[in-house]
Antibody
Framework: EVQLVESGGGLVQPGRSLRLSCAASGFTFGDYAMHWVRQAPGKGLEWVSG????????GYVDSVKGRFTISRDNAKNSLYLQMNSLRTDDTALYYC???????????WGQGTMVTVSS | EIVLTQSPGTLSLSPGERATLSCRASQSVSSSYLAWYQQKPGQAPRLLIYVASSRATGIPDRFSGSGSGTDFTLTISRLEPEDFAVYYC?????????FGQGTKVEIK
């Protein structure tokens, strides 16, 4: 079964750090670009970051540049998001998503909740 | 950054009716790299359409996408009870990838 499982979310104070992980199974992880997408409570979807299969190209939304770092370990079938200097407006459900061979994000995890609050 | 504007914000329809959702981009979307997703409460988004008009695996043929350049449309030919949800468009041709704000299709 093709699956993405996120972990690492939780409650954290403003200014602190958190590292999210996404474990992939059921497909050749190293062949595909991967992304993080977040959704604040009651709001729409926001693309956060993505990287190509070999990490050769990486992108971020402006609001997280310099604070978040995306990475992957193809040997471990895992995607990561290191989040530093967290702010209250980073509070959201964070999804990892796989880019489809022909485009779009065809596989999504169930998300991990990040709450930034004092 | 390409801004995607979806309309209407809410669509109130009855089962069996046709739904037409619009997505307008602030600039041309590269290679029609435009996708549509469906999201139900408490669930992750599901890919419906990619490259503007291709249905994803397992998506019923009542869902169709069209458009190019800056104007795109998702059509649901006859609404089934399970189709009432929020729909998002997304462009993935340029970075940052961006989503529209969503259209909620609700039961009238």
């Amino acid at each position: 079964e093709v699956q993405l499982v996120e972990s690492g979310g939780g409650l954290v104070q403003p200014g602190r750090s958190l590292r999210l992980s996404c474990a992939a199974s059921g497909f050749t992880f190293g062949d595909y670009a991967m992304h993080w997408v977040r959704q604040a409570p009651g709001k729409g979807l926001e693309w956060v970051s993505g990287l190509t299969w070999n990490s050769g190209s990486i992108g971020y939304v402006d609001s997280v540049k310099g604070r978040f770092t995306i990475s992957r370990d193809n040997a471990k079938n895992s995607l990561y998001l290191q989040m530093n200097s967290l702010r209250t407006d980073d509070t959201a459900l964070y999804y990892c998503a796989k880019r489809g061979a022909s485009g779009g994000f065809d596989i999504w995890g169930q998300g991990t909740m990040v709450t930034v609050s004092s | 950054e390409i801004v995607l504007t979806q309309s209407p914000g809410t669509l109130s329809l009855s089962p069996g009716e046709r739904a037409t959702l619009s997505c307008r981009a602030s600039q041309s979307v590269s290679s029609s790299y435009l996708a549509w997703y469906q999201q139900k409460p408490g669930q992750a988004p599901r890919l419906l359409i990619y490259v503007a008009s291709s249905r994803a695996t397992g998506i019923p043929d009542r869902f169709s996408g069209s458009g190019s350049g800056t104007d795109f449309t998702l059509t649901i030919s006859r609404l089934e009870p399970e189709d009432f949800a929020v729909y998002y468009c997304q462009q993935y041709g340029d970075s940052p990838r961006t989503f529209g704000q969503g259209t909620k299709v609700e039961i009238k």
